[in-house]
């Protein structure tokens, strides 16, 4: 696929930031324009944009964004009020790394900076992330195919879970950036996609993208992986991460976990896919990464129609763990870690 025909779902158009609302596909089309920092945040928070590697994207814009809002005051104001939005801007979700780490990229750049130059400085830098995610997925694209199709005499099938395509990246995808390549080489007979209980990120989002490319996909529900497993001809589940810490561990969409554990159940083979802004080394296990419970309606209704008794306790963690032990290879932009360990990864971090 060439870059030019790359779907992007974060388009920067001084001095508006266009995100393209992914609570209304597959259904609608439609923009959201963000003038303020706070219209940025609530974007994350709501979910308009989502993915690990797009809200760190997103982030980097919200902060030049946010540098306009403060900057025609005093510079000693400008700086307080700047690092203000910086934290509530770091805060919108607390587990994929890629938003913190890069509010952290911005303020690292302000201490290089006089605070006249930063404005341009910060907009070549938001530019720079946006532009290298892209970069990243294309290259782990090509590195995890060639770790996918090795061995392989035939096409065969493999399974994803939620939406690591080019709507929760620079473009291009993750996890789904591999298939993409897999698809290119030949190799690839379907796509399994979880919908993805309870956002449905697999059937309004993976499959939306899946099919605009021809790329054969099916949907399935996130309780039929393990009959999938056992039935069809999968021989690799293919997962982004939201984020991995130094032993190898990783946070990624909640269904992960059960889908590395029915993985090495049934031989078929877990790789994670994630550019280096999503490796958070100063984490030394997974037990450590705060999860991300969202609200109990996203349960309880569907489509506004209550599905469960009123005023029902409900839990709703949205992300899990899956142990380094479960997982097979890592591919980053930096090369594979195989059988993740704290010396694999940091020889390579
Ligand atoms: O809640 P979401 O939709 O932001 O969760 C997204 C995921 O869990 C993805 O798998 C992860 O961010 C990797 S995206 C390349």
């Given at each position: 696929?060439?870059?030019?025909?790359?779907?992007?779902?974060?388009?920067?158009?001084?001095?508006?930031?266009?995100?393209?609302?992914?609570?209304?596909?597959?259904?609608?089309?439609?923009?959201?324009?963000?003038?303020?920092?706070?219209?940025?945040?609530?974007?994350?928070?709501?979910?308009?944009?989502?993915?690990?590697?797009?809200?760190?994207?997103?982030?980097?814009?919200?902060?030049?964004?946010?540098?306009?809002?403060?900057?025609?005051?005093?510079?000693?104001?400008?700086?307080?009020?700047?690092?203000?939005?910086m934290n509530e801007l770091a805060d919108a979700r607390p587990t994929a790394v890629n938003l913190a780490w890069a509010v952290n990229s911005v303020n690292d750049l302000l201490t290089k900076h006089r605070w006249d130059d930063f404005p341009a400085a910060l907009l070549a830098l938001a530019q720079e992330i946006h532009q290298a995610d892209v970069t990243a997925n294309l290259c782990m694209g090509e590195l995890g195919k060639d770790v996918m199709v090795a061995g392989q005499d035939n096409p065969f099938s493999v399974l994803t879970h939620c939406n690591t395509g080019s709507l929760a990246t620079g473009g291009y995808g993750t996890a789904l950036g591999v298939i993409r390549s897999v698809w290119a080489s030949g190799m690839l007979d379907r796509v399994f996609a979880d919908e993805t209980r309870p956002w449905l990120q697999g059937s309004r989002l993976t499959a939306w993208e899946l099919e605009r490319d021809g790329i054969p996909v099916v949907l399935n529900t996130d309780s039929a992986a393990a009959w999938l497993m056992?039935?069809?001809?999968?021989?690799?589940?293919?997962?982004?991460?939201?984020?991995?810490?130094?032993?190898?561990?990783?946070?990624?969409?909640?269904?992960?976990?059960?889908?590395?554990?029915?993985?090495?159940?049934?031989?078929?083979?877990?790789?994670?896919?994630?550019?280096?802004?999503?490796?958070?080394?100063?984490?030394?296990?997974?037990?450590?990464?705060?999860?991300?419970?969202?609200?109990?309606?996203?349960?309880?209704?569907i489509g506004g129609t209550r599905m469960a008794p009123e005023g029902i306790e409900v839990v709703n963690p949205v992300f899990d763990v899956t142990p380094a032990s479960l997982i097979d290879v890592i591919v980053t932009e930096r090369g594979i870690v195989e059988s993740p360990t704290l010396a694999k990864m940091e020889a390579l971090f």
């Open positions: 696929m060439q870059r030019n025909e790359i779907l992007s779902p974060i388009v920067w158009q001084a001095p508006v930031l266009s995100l393209l609302d992914q609570r209304l596909l597959p259904g609608e089309e439609k923009w959201v324009d963000c003038a303020s920092v706070s219209a940025v945040i609530a974007a994350i928070k709501s979910m308009v944009v989502r993915g690990a590697p797009a809200i760190g994207i997103t982030a980097a814009y919200g902060a030049v964004i946010a540098l306009n809002e403060v900057r025609h005051t005093q510079e000693e104001i400008g700086r307080q009020n700047f690092a203000a939005l056992a039935k069809e001809n999968i021989r690799w589940v293919v997962v982004g991460a939201d984020r991995i810490t130094a032993n190898g561990d990783v946070a990624n969409k909640i269904g992960t976990y059960s889908l590395a554990v029915l993985a090495k159940h049934h031989g078929v083979r877990f790789m994670v896919v994630a550019p280096s802004s999503t490796v958070d080394m100063a984490l030394s296990s997974g037990q450590e990464i705060e999860i991300e419970e969202r609200t109990a309606d996203e349960l309880t209704l």
